[in-house]
């Protein structure tokens, strides 16, 4: 089934260990975002990214890094993981910059201990 | 196989109406239904619902889960046109709620 496709879905880190989340689409879309959801706060953007080759900061970036070196894949990583990055994450597409149409991954739940 | 089917695709409405948006689903394990106003750069936070016949309001919002039919509407009273967005629906399951299932949402388009 076309669509976003997230890995891993959950993951439970250790203090200071790193990680990458894997973010794919078969939809040739331009536009690719990386949000994580905490209780009471919804989504807020990390990263996101214009196209191939390009990424920008989003609301919350500290403390991750992401890259987009081929089109239909979106990296998020954690260098150094903190108990305050425990939270969902959420990959999307879409074919217009901040959608009309969103396509959303089913999240990565992330603890770090 | 797990979905969520929000309805109407789209709707466009003058100020001062009501709407109803819908979010039908099927999934394994449910464990709660959120509801996300998608504007700018990140989707809000509107509610989450977890019990059936519970209705959550804020403001001129509410909504309402019916866990026996599968499905939640979304209602907003005396429109505004800032109002207008995508209305995003989405569904947590799964064993641990590691899965999230979203809706493709409803375009609210709110007219003068």
Known sequence: NAGVTQTPKFRVLKTGQSMTLLCAQDMNHEYMYWYRQDPGMGLRLIHYSVGEGTTAKGEVPDGYNVSRLKKQNFLLGLESAAPSQTSVYFCASSKILWNTEAFFGQGTRLTVV | ?112
Request: glycine share 8%; charged share 20%; aromatic share 10%.
């Open chain 2, 1 to 112: 196989e797990d979905k969520v089917v929000q309805s109407p695709l789209s709707l466009v409405v003058h100020e001062g109406d009501t709407v109803t948006l819908n979010c039908s689903y099927e999934v394994t394990n449910f464990r709660s239904l959120l509801w996300y106003k998608q504007e700018k750069k990140a989707p809000t936070f509107l509610f989450m619902l977890t019990s059936s016949g519970i209705e959550k309001k804020s403001g001129r919002l509410s909504s309402i889960l019916d866990k026996k039919e599968l499905f939640s509407i979304l209602n907003i009273t005396a429109t505004q046109t800032g109002d207008s967005a995508i209305y995003l629906c989405a569904v947590e399951a799964g064993d641990t709620g590691n899965q999230f299932y979203f809706g493709t949402g409803t375009s609210l388009t709110v007219i003068p």
